[in-house]
């Protein structure tokens, strides 16, 4: 008799165990996330794809929703972008007519989008020449690539908005992991549907090692986090690894993703773009 009660004791347990997890299993992630990258060109930046393929699926299994990448820029089109919340350009963005259209259409009907770093890069001439003036003026707002900090180093970034869904649980300042810092042709501060969240603090001056003089910020102002009013997107300026070019190792030295609170802004941001209205 006792036998029988534990027996049916733990069938009922493993019963329940089991439903538990079927139902855990089958639960759907709150919102879907794809990433599109190229990481091609420059050590640092393919450093930095390699690391948010890793980094992104952790949070997603961590808070409760998927995330894809793919490097066929091919998928850039209304069906596939149909399934997804959130987009992100990882370090490049898309070349094809037909990609860009996609693309606007997604973001001009509520979706999602974070670019990173050189996602926003645009240069006339170079190989990636500012020939679309929706995404770069008006999307983005920052117009062309202006010039850079070398080498990687962090910077002191100041929040400029902490009303933001996305900066709401940030410091008045942080330090960021170490970048290769943008600065850009269009003053951000004069387009009205332009909202800077983050900016290089002062404090950070002198920014950049050099060796050359104009790659070291002495001073100005420099937004590396904004949203366009009209968009649900955000762009970091960061994406840029330090790496080993003197010796030819190219080897890592620095990690994005090693920065809890600039985890915390992508997070925030994500949940932001992805949770239902």
Do not use: C
Request: net charge neutral.
């Amino acid at each position: 008799m006792k036998l029988r009660f534990h027996l049916s004791t733990l069938w009922l347990i493993l019963s329940l165990f089991g439903s538990a997890m079927s139902q855990a299993q089958s639960t759907p992630p709150r919102f879907r996330v794809i990433a599109f990258y190229t990481a091609k060109n420059d050590q640092a930046h393919i450093s930095f794809v390699h690391e948010a393929n890793k980094w992104f699926p952790e949070m997603a299994a961590k808070y409760q929703f998927s995330y894809d990448s793919t490097n066929n820029w091919q998928n850039l089109n209304t069906a596939f972008l149909s399934r997804y919340q959130v987009v992100i350009f990882l370090d490049t963005r898309p070349e094809d007519p037909a990609q860009r259209a996609a693309f606007r259409q997604y973001m001009e009907h509520g979706g999602g989008w974070i670019g990173f770093h050189f996602a926003a890069f645009a240069l006339t001439p170079s190989d990636v020449p500012q020939n679309w003036d929706w995404y770069h003026n008006t999307f983005l707002g920052s117009g062309s690539y202006g010039s850079n900090t070398w080498r990687p180093t962090s910077a002191v970034l100041r929040v400029e908005d902490h009303r933001h869904p996305a900066t709401k649980n940030l410091p008045d300042t942080f330090s960021a992991a170490p970048n290769e810092w943008y600065r850009w042709s269009n003053d951000l501060r004069k387009n009205p549907d332009i909202r800077i969240l983050l900016s290089v603090d002062s404090s950070s001056f002198p920014l950049g090692t050099g060796p050359k003089q104009h790659e070291i910020w002495h001073s100005g102002y420099y937004p590396v986090v904004w949203t366009n009013k009209k968009y649900k997107m955000l762009y970091l300026n960061m994406g840029h690894n330090d790496i080993d070019y003197e010796h030819h190792t190219n080897k890592e030295l620095s990690s994005t993703f090693a920065n809890e609170t600039q985890n915390r802004l992508i997070l925030d941001a994500l949940e932001w773009m992805g949770r239902k209205q």
